[in-house]
């Protein structure tokens, strides 16, 4: 018997007919001799009508409130799966966040797991049930409700099975895996049988959206293999686990985007020891990460900082931004949301040198402006308009000859 973790998305239960199904799936997997924590998303959709509803009420919504709202969709759809499963001649609970003691810190929307106390869950599981738990939420220790971040439900599933210690943790959603690029832009896009936990923690962090990032970091803190798969198909999915040497061929594994980007500018900063600190320090205690930063020298001791935060976050950034400028004497603050970073990743390029200048080339070709860029040891991301996202991703998949099974192998030919 094994105790198996299984996180469906929001594609995978989006109307009662495919919750039921989903059930059914789960059911069948019960019926084999598995013990099944199920985690489940709101309905697509949803969190987002949220996020609208928000808007309207409130310029900068209250974070607490935030939660409140949030969190409820995934309420919807935990219940109803239970239902479904109960209909069906099985027997299943559900779970809140707070419920199971999902304990978290107190950085509301995009709040930390802490702890999780799995009495409750392992006392249902011995009883025989199918136990369901919201994804996305816990609660603080003064029992505020808190949300993880959007995309978070992934990262109640593996804490789960981290906290469990489950044999098998399942990331079903509705594509067949991880792939050198989104399956629904690029139609060359080609599956990855095997990813490690960094690359695949690169891949998130740049925008891969199949895997939340901190779920990848969860997994590899505490050794959990994950398996994302299609809820729609029996197919093997992709494994994310620890480094082979196998893997270590692959040249460029992935191009990645992410639109949650908007950029801004202060103009004319005195060129002044501290000045980055008194800037970007209010920012970053209100728990917005600043991305990519570049400063350019002007004549006359001044500077221009331009930096990039999530979209989610531009407007609060915004607010901070033109309260500091005013008191350290910049002469204006600019920005614009309407950006997208576009990187490539891969453990291969370490010993490669070029892959820089390729990707410059490619956007060149495709006439596409470059307005930041940034390098690691493993990536290179490019700020572009965000109207070229899709262009420049299927030309950089392309140029890398990414889906092609057998790729460049790097220079030490490993
Ligand atoms: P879920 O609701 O199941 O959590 P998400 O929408 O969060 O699903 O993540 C799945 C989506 O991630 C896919 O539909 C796909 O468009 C997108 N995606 C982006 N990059 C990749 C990639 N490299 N491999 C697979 N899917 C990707
Ligand atoms: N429902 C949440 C979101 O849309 C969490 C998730 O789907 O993982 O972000
Ligand atoms: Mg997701």
């Excluded at 990519?292 to 609060?316: E, K, S």
């Excluded at 700020?383 to 030309?395: H, M």
């Excluded at 192998?409 to 490993?414: A, K, L």
Aim: charged share 25%; net charge negative; aromatic share 4%.
């Amino acid at each position: 018997m094994a105790l198996i973790v299984q996180k469906f998305g929001g594609t995978s239960v989006a109307n009662p007919e495919k919750i039921r199904n989903v059930a059914k799936r789960v059911l069948k997997k019960a019926r084999e001799g598995n013990q099944m924590v199920v985690v489940l998303s709101a309905m697509a959709g949803e969190t987002n009508r949220f996020v609208n509803l928000a808007d309207q009420m409130q310029k900068i919504p209250d974070p607490r409130e935030m939660d409140v709202l949030l969190s409820s969709g995934e309420q919807v759809t935990i219940a109803l799966f239970a239902m479904a499963v109960k209909d069906e001649g099985g027997d299943a609970i559900s779970f809140l966040g707070d419920q199971v003691k999902i304990i978290t810190d107190t950085m509301h929307t995009k709040a930390r797991i802490r702890n999780i106390d799995t009495e409750r869950i392992n006392k249902h599981l011995a009883q025989g049930k199918i136990v369901v738990v919201a994804g996305f939420q816990g609660v603080t220790d003064n029992e505020d409700i808190t949300t993880l971040g959007r995309g978070g439900s992934d990262t109640t599933a593996v804490a789960l099975a981290a906290a469990l210690k489950a044999d098998q943790c399942e990331i079903f959603t509705d594509v067949e895996g991880v792939y050198t690029t989104d399956p629904n832009i690029c139609a060359s896009a080609r599956k990855i049988d095997r990813i490690s936990y960094d690359e695949m923690l690169e891949l998130a962090s740049l925008g891969a959206k199949v895997l939340d990032i901190r779920s990848v970091g969860l997994a590899k803190k505490f050794k959990v293999p994950v398996h994302v798969r299609s809820t729609f198909t029996e197919t093997e999915g992709t494994w994310v686990v620890e480094e082979e040497k196998k893997m270590e061929s692959m040249l460029v594994s992935g191009v990645t985007y992410s639109k949650n980007e908007a950029r801004i500018t202060v103009s004319r900063v005195p060129d002044t020891p501290g000045i980055a600190s008194k800037l970007f320090t209010p920012i970053s205690d209100t728990g917005i990460i600043i991305d990519m930063i570049i400063q350019n020298t002007r004549a006359g001791d001044l500077t221009d900082m331009t930096f990039t935060v999530p979209r989610t976050d531009y407007v609060r950034a915004m607010k901070i931004v033109e309260e500091i400028a005013a008191e350290i004497g910049a002469e204006s603050v600019n920005g614009s949301d309407d950006i997208a970073k576009i990187s490539i990743v891969g453990v291969g390029m370490r010993n490669h040198a070029g892959i820089a200048t390729t990707m410059f080339h490619v956007l060149a070709r495709e006439g596409i402006n470059i307005m930041m860029i940034s390098t690691s040891e493993i990536k290179v991301s490019c700020v572009i308009a965000e109207k070229y996202t899709e262009l420049a991703v299927r030309a950089l998949h392309d140029a890398f000859e990414m889906g092609k099974e057998n790729q460049p192998v790097d220079e030490t030919g490993q």
